[in-house]
């Protein structure tokens, strides 16, 4: 792959350039000729999905997903039914906005009972299938990182994203490859083979010691630990050659103008990725 | 078991009142009636291995393991030489402490390439086992969250731990289940069952969301999301009945007076264990 072709797969994915509102990353995406972005839906709120969308389309600027629905296990039947509401607006953004991918982080569990967490993830995302396909969305189940299986996602591995992917078809639900999350999984480059024809999306950061913050301690691509082009290359073994996102969440990144961080993403992500 | 069975299993991990040096937690845990110590290896040193085997066995303290051998993976073959030999040193602190326990962490990759420290602790061990066998010490393979997989071993799974354990016969080579390292996995008490007659040990602690610090941010048992008595039975269940380590690192409990933590740590062992 060229390094042309490399740059036009790059994404922004929205919480790298926290700082910026939507019109502000969709005008930073056209200065620097980024070709994408990743949708975030709490900025979408703050201009309204009408605005979101003539801004986007505006621009000529491909979605390559939305951020995020998910959140599925709750302590009651009642507030589980209203999780899957909100996972249908979400599907609605996601197609009002012309991406087929909906980025599903599942939720933590309400209590103790990770069993029950999880299975309240299958039950959920067996719920929403049949209305995101109505509308051409795949849900794109990510696996997040054991650290955050307390606060975030019962669903912490390849295997686990995968196992319930399965129970579908292609185009109704896939996974997401984020290289901080899955770097650590000693069945990692096996468990990406077996997502072949599945793989919605890739996702790059890194993974640097010492880390101060474990939600907002990711590392620009090139300075941690994570193998990122090796990966790389395996998902495209497997298939994929869409968009790749770079989605740093970083307090510091934040505090610096986001015509810095993105020049300094577009560098690192030639380099790196 | 009754709740005395149960008292007579716990096992003061020494760095839970790391403000203490080893005649300090020796006394505390006669005066609270603690039956068992785990020793550091940083605490011997203190006071040599000789005074500390005579404060322990003065005491009639019996320790349930030395924490801790490993750190296989280096750079270059010389300082991989130097850090077996330093595992042949801990081999003899335990032997000299009467207990048949060396904990095992194995260590993080000297660069990016987690393959090869994989590799590179499974030769580490194949090199410890014999000297070890010799003095009557099993090594005991802890896997660490995957959050440590960066700094402090890239051994994250019960699989992984089992799967080098398993090429040696069971008085030789087992693991460790510390419920803060693998309550998230979606195979764990599949993994514990597979572990059968190779559990050497059960840490308890708890997993707390906001955690501030990822090193030194371990709740009191009860405080947190840990199935930990579904988890003590499930290797009880395995066969383990051996000492039960209360191992807490926290920077707030090292601030506190080591009475009080001690005591605390006996009414929530007590209740939640």
Request: glycine residues 6%.
């Amino acid at each position: 792959m060229t390094n042309n072709q490399l740059m036009s797969r790059l994404s922004l994915n929205q919480i790298t350039t926290e700082q910026w509102n939507l019109q502000e990353a969709v005008e930073g995406c056209l200065r620097h000729d980024v070709p994408r972005i990743s949708v975030w839906r709490h900025k979408i709120e703050e201009v309204g999905l009408k605005q979101a969308s003539r801004l986007i389309k505006g621009a000529g600027l491909q979605v390559s997903s939305i951020c995020r629905g998910g959140m599925f296990p709750a302590a009651t039947a009642k507030e589980r039914a209203e999780r899957l509401d909100d996972n249908k607006r979400a599907v609605e953004e996601a197609a009002e906005l012309d991406t087929d991918t909906l980025v599903l982080v599942c939720g933590p569990s309400a209590d103790k009972d990770i069993d029950t967490a999880r299975a309240q993830v299958a039950e959920g995302i067996d719920s929403l299938v049949p209305f995101a396909k109505d509308y051409g969305v795949k849900l794109a189940i990510e696996p997040l990182h054991p650290m955050f299986a307390a606060d975030r996602s019962v669903i912490n591995t390849m295997n686990q994203a995968s196992t319930i992917a399965e129970n579908y078809n292609q185009n109704e639900v896939g996974v997401i490859v984020d290289v901080y999350h899955v770097w650590w999984d000693p069945n990692l480059y096996a468990e990406i083979e077996r997502a072949k024809g599945r793989i919605l999306g890739f996702h790059v950061s890194d993974w640097k010691v010492p880390m101060a913050d474990m939600f907002k301690g990711r590392f620009m691509m090139g300075d941690g630990v994570i193998e990122i082009n090796r990966m790389r290359k395996a998902v495209e073994q497997a298939g994929y050659n869409g968009p790749i996102e770079v989605e740093i969440i970083n307090q510091s990144l934040w505090d610096r103008a986001g015509d810095d961080v993105l020049q300094e993403v577009k560098q690192s992500f030639a380099k790196y990725v």
